[in-house]
């Protein structure tokens, strides 16, 4: 079973940066496409971005692109979300998620998720 562990959530303030992390470990043989999704309260999952096996494609919402960069290093197992001029509303739960081979935009293709990282932007 593989496991998904997000890091790095916390409290910023508008126009600051964070730098989540997702750690897979388990049974991480494969090599899948990963993205990053958010929900709010009382919102829907939202897309936020993905990547593809080798990280060579990237794929991103449209309210986080220019300011979200998604990246991975497969030697460590580890997929990243590098969020800068964070904004109020980009609070929300960010979650990591694996599917298979190809980059993927909808939730319904993701297989593998991780619990979550808290992420609340100050105005």
């Known amino acids: 079973q593989v496991q998904l562990v997000e890091s790095g959530g916390g409290l910023v303030q508008a126009g600051g940066s964070l730098r989540l992390s997702c750690a897979r470990s388990?049974?991480?043989?494969?090599?899948?496409?990963m993205g990053w999704f958010r929900q709010a309260p009382g919102k829907e999952r939202e897309f936020v971005a993905a990547?593809?096996?080798?990280?060579?494609?990237?794929s991103y919402g449209d309210s986080v692109k220019g300011r979200f960069t998604i990246s991975r290093d497969n030697a460590k197992n580890t997929l990243y979300l590098q969020m800068n001029s964070l904004k109020p509303e980009d609070t929300a739960v960010y979650y990591c998620?694996?599917?298979?081979?190809?980059?993927?935009?909808?939730?319904?293709?993701?297989?593998?998720w991780g619990q979550g990282t808290q992420v609340t932007v100050s105005s």
């Open positions: 998620a694996a599917t298979s081979l190809f980059i993927a935009i909808r939730p319904r293709f993701y297989n593998d």
């Open positions: 388990g049974r991480t043989f494969d090599m899948p496409a």
């Open positions: 990547i593809s096996q080798s990280g060579g494609s990237t």
